[in-house]
C-alpha cells in the first residue's frame, strides 16, 4: 500500500497523543494548574495535529462531518466518533483540573476508556481489510495500543511503565511481521483465484501504458532488502534503544533523567513512524495479483 | 446505509465470456464516453498526452497461461466492479456514500455524500473503484444503471453500454438471481465461475473460462504428416518458366 505521509504522521502523533490522555485520565493525582494545562496541551496537539493531517488526506474534504452517519458499520465512522467523544470529555475532565482544581475521576475514567477506543478503532479501520492479508490480523489492534501506551506512558512521566511498554510494543511489532510475512498465503488468494485460469498465470499485459489510482494506492512495492533493514531500525528505534535510557538503571540527577527521557521519546516517536511506514509500504493488496505483483507472496 | 440488503429481489451482473473477448477494449471506451457524458462527475483523464493515467470503471487485462498440457494461450481479462453481494466497499464506507440496492442488488455511491477516503477502494479485492483524481469522489461501475431502466432509449440500448458496443458478443448483461434467465443458463452450461472465492464477497457477475483450445499445432502433432501435405508442399523452390525469367531480369538490371 502506498505509505502516505499524512496517514503514518495521524497514526504516529494521535497515537501517542491518545495514550497521554489515557494515562492523565487514569491517575489518582492528576497534574492540576499551570501544570496540568501543558500535559493537557501537549495532548491535544499531539491527538489533533494527527486528525488534521489525516483530514487533509481527503479528497472531498466537504463531505468529512457525514462520516458520523454509519458508525453501525463502518470503523472509520467509529473512529471519527471515539476520537471527538474523547477529546470533549477529556476536556471538560481538564477544564476542571487546570481551572477548577478539581479532580472528578469518574469522568477521567471514561476519557481514557474513549481514548483507548479511537486507538482501537483507527487499528481496526485496517484490520477489518481481507484484501490486504498482512494487515487483517490480531497483532495490527495490538500493535497500534501497545505504540499508543508506550509512548502516553512516557509523556506522562512514566518512565518505568514505559520500559515495559516499549518492549511490549516491540515484541508485538515481531509478532506482526512474523504473522504477516505468512498472511498473503493464508488467505490463499493467488493469480490462479483472481483470474480463475489454469496453471502457469503470468501477466502477458497491463491494461494501460500509464499508471492509474489503483497501482498507485495499492500496488507500492518495496525492495526486500530494503524492508529488512529498515525493520531493524525501526525496532530498535522504536522499542530497544528508548526502553534502556529509560529503564538503565543510572543514579543521574533530575535534569539529565528528564534529559534521557526526552531523548528516549524523540527516539521513540522516529522508530515508530519507521514501523508505521513499512507497515504501509510493506502491506500487499491482493489487487497487485492482476497487476502481476506480489506472486512470491501468494501460496503455492 | 451502508448496512447490506438481507437479500435483494434481483441481482442484475454480467457474465463475460473469457473464451471470446478478443481484447478490443471496445468495452473500455464505451464505458467511459457513456460514464463521463450522463450520470455523475466526469471520468477525467490526467495528462492523457504524456503519462496518460486516468479514471476507467472498467479495464482489460491480458494474461499469458501455460496449460500443463498443450500450447500457451492469451487470455484477454476485463474487469469491472462485480456487484457482489457480501460487498465490503459498502460496509467499511463512514458517510453512507456507497449503498447496494434492495431492489436490483447494483452497488452505487452517491456522489454528495462520499468525502473521498478511498477507503471502500482498500477494501474491494477487484480494484473496481477509483478515486476521479479531478473530482476528488469515488467513481465505479453503476452496471449503467441511467440506461437499463432508462425508457427514452430504444428498447435494444437498455443494457449497459459495455454490454451494447462488444463486437465479440463476450459480455452477457442480465438477472443472476433468476435460474431460468439467459444469462443464469448460460452460467449453467458454461461453468461460470467466481473471481476470489475466498475473499468471500460473494461476486454476482461471473466469468467463463476458456474453453479448450484446438490442439492442432500442439508439439506433441508436430512431425506427424497430414494426409493434405503432399498438395500443400511448395511445386518449385525455384521459380521457373516465366517467374523465373522474370526473376532472373529483375536480378540483373
Ligand atoms: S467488485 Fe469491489 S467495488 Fe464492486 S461490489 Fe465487489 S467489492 Fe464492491
Ligand atoms: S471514498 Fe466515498 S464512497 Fe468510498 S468509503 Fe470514502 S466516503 Fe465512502
Ligand atoms: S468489447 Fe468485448 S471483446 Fe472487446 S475487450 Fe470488451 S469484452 Fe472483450
Redesign the pocket.
Known amino acids: 500500500m502506498h505509505p502516505a505521509p499524512s496517514v503514518i504522521i495521524f497514526s504516529t502523533l494521535s497515537g501517542a497523543g491518545f495514550g497521554l490522555l489515557f494515562f492523565l485520565g487514569l491517575d489518582p493525582d492528576p497534574p492540576r494548574g499551570w501544570v496540568g494545562f501543558t500535559f493537557f496541551a501537549i495532548a491535544y496537539a499531539l491527538a489533533c495535529g494527527g486528525l488534521f493531517s489525516a483530514f487533509f488526506h481527503l ?2 474534504k466537504k ?1 468529512a462531518w ?2 458520523y452517519s454509519q458508525w453501525r458499520t ?1 470503523w ?1 465512522s467509529r473512529e471519527a466518533w471515539a476520537a471527538v467523544l474523547a477529546l470533549v470529555v477529556m476536556g471538560v475532565f481538564a477544564a476542571g483540573l487546570v481551572f477548577r482544581d478539581t479532580h472528578f475521576a469518574p469522568l477521567g475514567w471514561v476519557g481514557a476508556l474513549l481514548s483507548l477506543a479511537t486507538v482501537f478503532t483507527t487499528s481496526m479501520i485496517y484490520a477489518q481489510l481481507r484484501a490486504v492479508p498482512r494487515w487483517n490480523q490480531a497483532a495490527t489492534p495490538a500493535m497500534f495500543l501497545a505504540y499508543a501506551l508506550a509512548g502516553g506512558a512516557l509523556l506522562s512521566g512514566r518512565e518505568t511503565w514505559s520500559g515495559w511498554l516499549f518492549l511490549l510494543a516491540g515484541a508485538i511489532t515481531l509478532w506482526h511481521w512474523w504473522k504477516g510475512d505468512r498472511r498473503f498465503a493464508e488467505v490463499g488468494t493467488t493469480i490462479r483465484s483472481a483470474t480463475r485460469l489454469n496453471s502457469g498465470v503470468t501477466l502477458f499485459e497491463a491494461p494501460h501504458t500509464g499508471d492509474n489510482y489503483l497501482t498507485r494506492e495499492m500496488v507500492f512495492r518495496i525492495a526486500r532488502k530494503h524492508a529488512v533493514k529498515l525493520r531493524v531500525i525501526g525496532l530498535l528505534a522504536a522499542s530497544l534503544v528508548p526502553a534502556i535510557l529509560v529503564l538503565a538503571p543510572f543514579d543521574l540527577g533530575f535534569a539529565a533523567k528528564h534529559a534521557l527521557a526526552g531523548l528516549a521519546l524523540l527516539i521513540h516517536l522516529g522508530g515508530v513512524f519507521v514501523t508505521r511506514w513499512l507497515f504501509f509500504a510493506e502491506a500487499e493488496h491482493v489487487v497487485g495479483l492482476y497487476y502481476g505483483a506480489h506472486l512470491d507472496r501468494q501460496a503455492a | 446505509m ?1 448496512a447490506l440488503p438481507a437479500s435483494t429481489n434481483k441481482k442484475l451482473g454480467l457474465v463475460i465470456d473469457l473464451d471470446t473477448c478478443v481484447g478490443c477494449h471496445a468495452c473500455v471506451t464505451a464505458c467511459k464516453g457513456w460514464n463521463t457524458q450522463n450520470y455523475g462527475a466526469p471520468l477525467s483523464d490526467q495528462d492523457p498526452y504524456g503519462d496518460a493515467s486516468g479514471t476507467f470503471l472498467n479495464r482489460i487485462h491480458s494474461y499469458q497461461v501455460e496449460p500443463d498440457q498443450g500450447l500457451a494461450q492469451t487470455i484477454h481479462f476485463p474487469k469491472s466492479c462485480l456487484h457482489c453481494d457480501d460487498a465490503p ?1 459498502v460496509t ?7 449503498y447496494k440496492r434492495e431492489e436490483d442488488g447494483i452497488v452505487l ?2 456522489e454528495d ?9 482498500w ?1 474491494c479485492p477487484y480494484g473496481a ?1 477509483e ?1 476521479d483524481e479531478a473530482a476528488g ?2 467513481k465505479k461501475c453503476t452496471l449503467c444503471v441511467d440506461r437499463i431502466y432508462n425508457e427514452n432509449l430504444p428498447e435494444e440500448d437498455r443494457v449497459p453500454a459495455c454490454v451494447r458496443t462488444c463486437p465479440a458478443g463476450a459480455r452477457h448483461f442480465g438477472d443472476l438471481a433468476d435460474p431460468d434467465s439467459d444469462v443464469s443458463r448460460l452460467v449453467q452450461a458454461r461453468g461460470g465461475v467466481d473471481l476470489m472465492p475466498e475473499q468471500e464477497t460473494k461476486p454476482v457477475n461471473k466469468y467463463l473460462p476458456p474453453r479448450e483450445k484446438d490442439t492442432l499445432q500442439a508439439p506433441e502433432m508436430s512431425g506427424e504428416e497430414d494426409v493434405l501435405a503432399p498438395f500443400l508442399a511448395p511445386v518449385a523452390e525455384e521459380p521457373k518458366g516465366f517467374l523465373g525469367w522474370l526473376d532472373r531480369t529483375l536480378e540483373k538490371l
Open positions: 479528497k472531498n463531505n457525514k462520516s463502518s472509520l | 451502508t466497499c467499511v464506507c463512514p458517510t453512507g456514500a456507497s455511491v452517491n455524500a462520499c468525502m473521498g477516503c478511498g477507503l471502500c477502494a477494501a473503484r478515486v469522489i469515488m
